[in-house]
Structures are given as structure tokens and as C-alpha cells.
């Protein structure tokens, strides 16, 4: 599942909408009053925006043409998504409709109670709801049918049998830390190496280690691999719970996995680049209800990246001055061994980088194992979770209600009009393939709001051709110091915009005085 390289040429985006797709659910419908959205029609021999590639952001969309305030410039549906634990009772699994004061009434499937297969006990441990019929036939339809909806549920419902059974235990790490730098001495680990691990490190010199910065994402993708190889056979970081955002994050995983099943027979070879521009946009211009699978394959995956931000925040300590600030480590850096076993993962700190997903992935691995007992699921290896994991880590988005942007697509930050972040209600996941190439501004030309599942992209100023389109990966409100740092902790970049650069500055200066 690597991303195919685009190269230097433009592509033209994946994601066009015929105006006859309906996407809203009828809840939506009947709770706003209003008509059922059709998203704009957007002919492909026009389209506003492009891909290119950007130094230092990988790529991004760029106007081919002059875009005017308030023009749509993408609309795109969702590939998976998932319906946080706090909110699974009032907002529709597949329009998304958001009713806090009152549940949905239709429950994720009917009890035949004359059937032996009945699938009352998953139906009722699995909490999802729609707000319709007709919303859960066409999510039944969009997962291939029954049969293979059942599978899913049965895998959710494992999934919530995993979380009630850990219900009373904290997350907790399964390894003990020995300190900040790399525990590499075979007279340090003896005493914890099994039998199998001694041996596998007397071929090897243990003192061998390296700098991940001295590896190219390639090199060290392929050492990330072998410690999955551990994670996965030695079942490292099973009593580990993964926190309630994780589980979400795992049901986004779970619903690719087997949405990948269901749609496997529409979606036929790997294309080259040459070839992908036309074939995307013939399957997005069809009437289809969830994005095109493959769309997901050319996002590139963000597992490298992921850990070397954990190793980069590992290698910062406590200033000496007030312990406010930090700086980078210069002592003891932290460096790999060239063969990472069990008990390194386990005993040193650079092995808590993958404690999330390694508890994560063991979880949907047990209850995955408990669905395959009653239903046809597919082999899950730790390849393919990954493959998904890490392109939907960083490049999902926020299902809110009300169901836009802090501010309108008119509106200025300045002005104040818009909804403000308090007003707003977190009710879940969802990965839109064909809209991540939007990177990050502090100050955005562009604003997004969801109709449904419909998510649309509205330039909220000019925009001139060849000039790059921008969202904010979330509030714009903040100083400059704390907006960088939760898009450090949540999406691995420092931000470097024009405003950022500037707010920046004026602190420095202010400081010099």
C-alpha cells in the first residue's frame, strides 16, 4: 500500500460530485427544514484546483484558475469513518445527523429471533444507530450487502466485548522505562532476554546502533517494519488499553479494513500516475456513495513521520532556567539498534512510540479473532493495519456539529462571525482521501462545512491562479506558541506560515525590549 509518486506534473484532483449524488440523511432533512443538499457540479474540464508538489509539505492543492469568494472549490464524500463512544446513541452512523436531546431510533440491525445465526448479541452490544431506514439500507448496500454487513458488526461488537473487559483497568504501560537513552548492553538485558532473544542477538553485535536522522524514510520504514514483526508475533503491548480517541481511531481503521473487502471487486489494478488522473476522475464523477478505495492509496502514509516527531520529543529536557522551556537533548540522544527485539521495545523509551497503535492493533486483532468464529472476515496482519492507521492518523477529520468551520466562508477572522470552537459538539472520525492534499495556514483561503456526509471546500477570500489553498487544521484562535504546539502534538509539523512567521517575529521583538 505505498503511495504511487506523482512526480512534478499536476494532477487533477479525484474529487468530483455528480449534482444528482444524494448524500444528506433524511434526518438532516427533517431536522433543518430544508431541502436535501446536492453538492455543486463541478465540470472536470474546468476544475479549479490542481496537485503539485510543495518542498518541506510534500503536496498540495494549488487554483488553476482565478477563484472568486464564496466558489467551491472541492466537494468530496467520506471513505470511513467512525461515531465517537460519548455519541453513538445520537448521531446517525451514516448521514452523520446529530440529535443530542434524543437518540436515533433504528438500530444497527433487526433481530430474527427465528434464525439460528440471529445477530442479537452483536446487534445490542454494538451501540451504533441511524436515524432512518433508508440510511442504514444504503450503509448495508455501501458495505457489500448483509452478509458482509454482519461481519462488520460482529467485529465492532468484539471490539466493545475487548473494551468492557479491560472497562476497570486504567491504561497502563506494559514495559518499564530504563532511562532516557538506548539500554543496548547485553550484561543490561540479560536478565530479561529470553532464551530465543539471546540467541538472536549473538549473531548480531548489540552495541550496533544508529541516528534515525541519518536514514532515509525508506531505511527506516523498513527497521519500523521489523518491530512490528515483534509487536505482532510476541503479542507486545496486548494488556495496553488504548485511550477513548484511539478506539475511535480503531473503528476508523475497522471500517476501511472492511469497506476495502466489500469494494475490492470495483476497484481493480494499480494505475500509474499518467493513468490516475482519468480513471479517479471517471469513478468520482459515478453515482457512489462512499469515496473511491484507491483514492486512499495515493495518500501518502505518515508512519516515519509519526515517529521520528515521538524520538525528536523524546530528545527534549527541562531547561535548567525555569523549567518552563525546553531544549535539545545533547547528552544522551537517543539512538536505535540496528535489531530490535522483544525486550528492547519493552524496556527502552524509544518503544513507547508505538505503544498507541501496538495497543490499538492488538485490540482490533482480538476482536477480530472473536468475529472470525461466527463470520467471513479476511486476514488481518499488521501490514495492512498500518497501511491505514498511519494515512488516516494524521489526515482524518473532525465530524462537528454544527457542521462548520469557526468562521464562515465570507467572513474574516477578524470579524468575529461564525460559530466559536464552544459551540461546537465532537461527534466523530471520518477520512476524506481525495480532500487531504489541503495543508495548513494559520490564515486560510479556504473554509470547509459538511451537508451530511458531503464535505465542502469554500474559498473564503480571492484567490489567484497558481496561488495555493490552504485549511486550518483547527483553531485559528490561539497564540501563535499554542497553536504550533498542538499542531506539533496532533499533525507533526511546526508551523511556518505567513502569520505564524509574522506573530512569531513581534514576540521576539517584544522579548529584545
Given amino acids: 500500500m505505498n503511495a504511487l509518486s506523482i512526480g512534478s506534473q499536476d494532477v487533477l484532483l479525484p474529487g468530483l460530485l455528480p449534482a444528482s449524488q444524494k448524500v444528506a440523511g433524511p434526518a438532516a432533512d427533517r431536522e433543518s427544514g430544508t431541502t436535501e443538499f446536492q453538492p ?14 510543495v518542498a518541506g509539505r510534500g503536496r498540495g492543492f494549488f487554483a488553476t484558475r482565478d ?43 433487526d433481530v430474527d429471533t427465528t434464525s439460528s445465526k440471529s445477530p442479537r448479541s452483536f ?53 518499564a522505562h530504563t532511562g532516557p537513552g538506548l539500554c543496548s548492553s547485553t550484561i543490561e538485558l540479560e536478565s530479561t532476554l529470553s532464551e530465543s532473544e539471546v540467541k538472536r542477538l549473538a549473531c548480531h553485535d548489540v552495541d550496533a546502533d544508529f541516528d534515525p536522522d541519518d536514514l532515509t524514510d525508506d531505511q527506516l520504514g523498513e527497521w519500523i517494519s521489523a518491530v512490528w514483526d515483534d509487536i505482532a508475533d510476541h503479542g507486545l503491548f496486548s494488556d495496553y488499553m488504548p485511550d477513548s480517541s484511539e478506539r475511535e481511531l480503531t473503528r476508523l481503521v475497522a471500517n476501511q479494513l472492511c469497506l476495502c473487502d466489500a469494494l475490492s471487486s470495483d476497484q481493480g489494478s494499480e494505475t500509474s500516475a499518467s493513468d490516475w488522473q482519468t480513471e479517479m476522475v471517471a469513478k468520482s464523477a459515478a453515482d457512489r456513495d462512499v469515496a473511491p478505495l484507491d483514492a486512499l492509496f495515493h495518500v501518502k502514509s505518515n508512519e516515519t513521520e509519526v515517529f521520528r516527531a515521538s524520538i525528536r520529543q523524546m530528545q527534549l529536557v527541562p531547561t535548567s532556567l525555569d523549567g518552563s522551556g525546553s531544549v535539545p537533548a545533547t547528552i544522551a540522544p537517543i539512538r536505535l539498534p540496528w535489531h530490535p527485539t522483544p525486550s528492547l521495545i519493552l524496556q527502552s523509551n524509544w518503544g513507547s512510540s508505538f505503544q498507541a497503535a501496538g495497543g490499538s492493533y492488538s485490540l482490533l486483532s482480538r476482536a477480530w479473532k472473536r468475529a472470525t468464529k461466527s463470520h467471513k472476515l479476511g486476514v488481518l496482519d499488521h501490514a495492512g493495519f498500518r497501511g491505514v492507521y498511519y494515512r488516516e492518523k494524521a489526515n482524518s477529520f473532525g465530524i462537528w456539529d454544527p457542521p462548520t468551520d469557526v468562521l464562515q466562508p465570507a467572513a474574516s477572522e477578524a470579524s468575529g462571525l461564525g460559530v466559536s470552537y464552544d459551540e461546537r459538539e465532537w461527534v466523530g472520525f471520518s477520512i476524506y482521501p481525495t480532500a487531504v492534499y489541503f495543508n495548513h495556514s494559520c490564515a486560510p483561503n479556504v473554509s470547509k462545512t459538511r451537508h451530511g456526509r458531503t464535505m465542502s471546500y469554500v474559498s473564503n477570500r480571492k484567490v489567484q491562479s497558481g496561488e495555493e489553498l490552504f485549511i486550518s487544521y483547527g483553531s485559528t484562535t490561539d497564540v501563535v506558541s499554542e497553536r504550533r504546539g498542538r499542531l506539533c502534538d496532533h499533525f507533526f509539523f511546526e508551523c511556518a506560515c505567513e502569520r505564524c512567521i509574522a506573530e512569531s517575529s513581534v514576540q521576539l521583538l517584544a522579548l529584545d525590549e
Wanted: charged share 20%.
Fill in 67 to 109: 477563484i472568486q469568494l464564496g466558489e467551491t472549490v472541492l466537494s468530496a464524500v467520506p471513505l470511513a469513518w467512525a461515531i465517537s463512544e460519548d455519541w453513538m446513541k445520537n448521531t446517525c452512523w451514516w448521514c452523520f445527523a446529530y440529535s443530542p436531546r434524543r437518540g436515533h431510533p433504528i438500530k444497527a440491525m
Fill in 123 to 175: 446487534s445490542n452490544r454494538y451501540k451504533g444507530v441511524f436515524c432512518s431506514l433508508e440510511c442504514r439500507q444504503i450503509a448495508i448496500t455501501a458495505h457489500g450487502g448483509q452478509e458482509k454487513w454482519g461481519s462488520y458488526l460482529a467485529l465492532l461488537a468484539g471490539m466493545e466485548d475487548e473494551i468492557q473487559q479491560h472497562g476497570s483497568r486504567k491504561p497502563s504501560s506494559n514495559k
Fill in 40 to 53: 455543486e457540479t463541478l465540470d472536470a474540464s474546468h476544475f479549479p484546483v490542481s496537485i503539485r508538489h
